[in-house]
């Protein structure tokens, strides 16, 4: 286990909760539960895979651990130092250090400035280099080291293809040489076989340069490769926290389960019974008094739907969010 | 008897110029009533105009260039757009990717689905076509459809709205159904409830699934086609192409997927990206990629390979390896 290791981010009981607007100005006060009470660390040199349904909070946690919003609730320590909240100056050395890659590499890159100018952007506003020419330099490298050729720095967006473009924002993120790399959906929106060029990417250079990461995904076979360990979010709330093994070797949460059971093979091989979940994903302004999970699983009994279970420990480093933690048992 | 079948079907588009590219090159196949044919490929291949195709929905510039696609025995490319209106719909209807923008906001959801049966069945009385709504959202697992047919689309979450989608596919009992990414914009646990319905309906006609996912595929249907740039490169029975893929881009495709047990070592990819329609060569199309390309892969189209009854294959490789077996 990587417990012995560095601590790269330290996640304490971080909420945030969105006020919706247009309720009774007398009535009670409702929010949108985003992210509600999350803990986790990040240990230096691993991949934390955080899996969920639309609608569970996983972006806004990334973004709030980024601090491009303010929490309204806990704190997040980047290598000790509590950086909860951060603004301007301080926020933008955090970014520094932790750096994000978005999911749409359409939408993220500017279609009026030339590639290598993008990538130079980041080099000078965090002065990494001296002046113009170095910067440069430094970006033809970094096309390089993503796999493009450093003569394409004179073009623009529209001349690559989805991939190139998804390269090009790792090149942007990797300007600033950074310890962390928050991929957000980052290739959701690519075709399979350039899907799988930029996992062996991201996994090429976490071996080259060190990295540590948070993928963020809602394909369980793609966080599942690319993740050390894997952070299962349902509304808001962490549900289950393992590493792969321990996540895919049976007795993980019935959300889980039911996630892996759901998850669509390209192959004929006989799989076990299909857990259908009955309904959809509730809302996040009146979760479930209980368990989050009560009103979908199958396994729920009385108590789930009255109290709500607490992250226990199950075995060493295996965090379950479950009435039943200790019973369940895989049904792999 | 087929339902449908496209036989050397062509479509390209037309360049400001006049010149038409070629998209489609002779796609053949066909689907039989009670199966489902899945159509998979990367963005830009063409799947979605082989569907579009179906419905004679191209969009504005593309152009028929040759072949045929049989409806009930009649070439749905000669028919008047009268004729056509009369099948579009009601014999032949489609499910599209994105639930939200095929309903209309501002329309009750009841009123759309019944929309189908007014506009086929003007004979129909209005309490009949109620009733009918009511049975279809019931048959698509939709709970208090008495009630929900006075919604607006609004008030429908994501996977619901699909299942408003279907219901509205299945009003007219159509021979054929055809499902454009009918469960990308979705979670994957409303995917499988969506999966489950689809099954159903597989019955009672001829299904055609377009998509990207190969797990879709082998959830639902029992026959495929992969197309890449335009070309169907392999298609057959389901077993034959997942058991023994035998072109190239279906085996790089297949082994570029991470599954939940897959070994976590490098992850096997194809070189490059798919090519523009400007540069797809006269050759064959997926030549600049393949490892086993060799010179005629890039001066010719292979023709299509019949390996055996439920499995044809467009390579040059593959052709002559079958001639080297029998």
Redesign the interface.
């Known amino acids: 286990m990587s417990e012995d290791r560095a601590v790269m981010l330290q996640v304490s009981h971080l909420s945030k909760l969105y006020p919706v607007r247009g309720a009774r100005i007398l009535g009670p006060k409702r929010c949108v539960h985003a992210v509600d009470d999350v803990s986790f660390e990040l240990h230096a040199g691993e991949t934390l895979g955080i899996v969920g349904?639309?609608g569970s909070g996983k972006s806004t946690l990334a973004r709030t651990l980024l601090a491009l919003t303010p929490p309204t609730g806990g704190s997040v320590r980047y290598r000790g130092e509590d950086v909860t909240g951060f603004r301007g100056r301080a926020a933008r050395a955090l970014r520094a250090q932790v750096q994000m890659v978005f999911q749409d590499p359409y939408a993220s890159l500017n279609p009026k400035m030339k590639v290598g100018e993008a990538i130079c952007e980041p080099i000078l506003v965090n002065r990494r280099a001296a002046d113009r020419r170095e910067a440069a330099h430094k970006a033809r490298a970094l096309l390089a080291l993503v796999g493009l050729q450093p003569d394409m720095f004179d073009r623009y967006p529209h001349e690559f293809?989805?991939?190139?473009r998804q390269r090009i924002g790792i090149a942007r993120a990797l300007a600033v040489e950074p310890q962390v790399l928050i991929c957000d959906e980052s290739v959701s929106a690519l075709?399979?076989?350039?899907?799988?060029?930029i996992?062996?990417l991201f996994?090429d250079l976490k071996a080259r340069l060190g990295l540590t990461y948070i993928f963020i995904g809602?394909d369980?076979?793609?966080v599942?490769?690319i993740s050390d360990r894997i952070l299962v979010m349902y509304l808001g709330r962490v549900m289950e926290i393992a590493a792969c093994d321990q996540l895919?070797g049976g007795g993980a949460h019935p959300y889980t389960q039911?996630?892996?059971s759901?998850?669509?093979?390209?192959?004929?091989d006989q799989r076990g019974e299909?857990i259908?979940?009955q309904g959809?994903?509730p809302s996040p302004i009146d979760p479930p008094k209980g368990c989050r999970f009560c009103q979908?699983c199958f396994c729920a009994q009385g108590i789930c739907h009255d109290a709500e279970p607490d992250l226990s420990e199950r075995e060493p480093g295996h965090f379950v969010r479950c009435h039943f933690a200790q019973e369940v048992k895989g049904r792999a | 008897m087929a339902v449908i079948e496209f036989i050397d079907y062509s479509m390209g588009f037309q360049a400001q110029d006049g010149s038409v590219h070629n998209l489609i090159d002779r796609l053949s196949m066909k689907v039989e009533e009670g199966r489902a044919l899945g159509i998979v490929g990367e963005s830009g291949c063409g799947k979605s105009m082989a569907s579009l195709s179906v419905m004679r929905l191209l969009p504005h510039g593309a152009v028929v260039q040759g072949g045929q696609i049989l409806f009930e025995g009649r070439d749905l490319l000669q028919l008047s757009e009268a004729k056509i209106g009369g099948i579009r719909g009601n014999k032949i209807t489609m499910i599209f990717q994105e639930p939200m923008t095929a309903l209309n906001p501002v329309l009750r959801v009841g009123f759309q689905i019944g929309e189908a049966l007014r506009l086929h069945h003007p004979d129909m009385r209005r309490d009949e076509v109620e009733r009918a709504v009511i049975e279809a959202l019931d048959q698509v697992g939709i709970p208090q459809p008495r009630a929900r047919i006075h919604q607006y689309p609004h008030e429908f979450s994501g996977g619901m709205r699909q299942r408003v989608m279907i219901a509205m596919a299945m009003i007219n009992r159509p021979a054929l159904l055809i499902a454009d990414e009918p469960t990308t914009a979705l979670d994957v646990t409303i995917q499988a409830q969506i999966l489950d319905i689809m099954k159903q309906f597989k019955q009672s006609g001829g299904m055609v699934v377009v998509t990207h996912n190969l797990g879709v595929v082998a959830e639902l249907c029992e026959e495929v086609v992969v197309m890449y740039a335009g070309c169907a490169v392999e298609r057959g029975t389901v077993h034959a192409i997942f058991r023994h893929p035998r072109h190239p881009y279906t085996v790089g495709l297949m082994a570029a997927i991470p599954t939940l047990s897959s070994p976590k070592t490098p992850l096997k990819t194809i070189a490059g990206a798919v090519p523009a329609i400007m540069d797809f060569g006269v050759g064959c199309r997926f030549a600049q990629r393949c490892e086993h390309c060799q010179s005629i892969c890039r001066t010719q189209r292979p023709p299509e390979t019949w390996l055996d009854e439920a499995h044809v294959v467009q390579c040059w490789q593959a052709c002559g390896a079958a001639k080297g077996d029998a």
């Not at chain 1, 293809?161 to 190139?164: D, M, T, V």
């Open positions: 349904e639309s293809s989805g991939g190139q075709d399979v076989s350039v899907q799988a060029q996992l062996n996994n809602h369980l076979a793609v599942r490769y895919f039911s996630l892996v759901a998850a669509l093979e390209p192959t004929l299909r259908l979940l959809d994903i979908r």
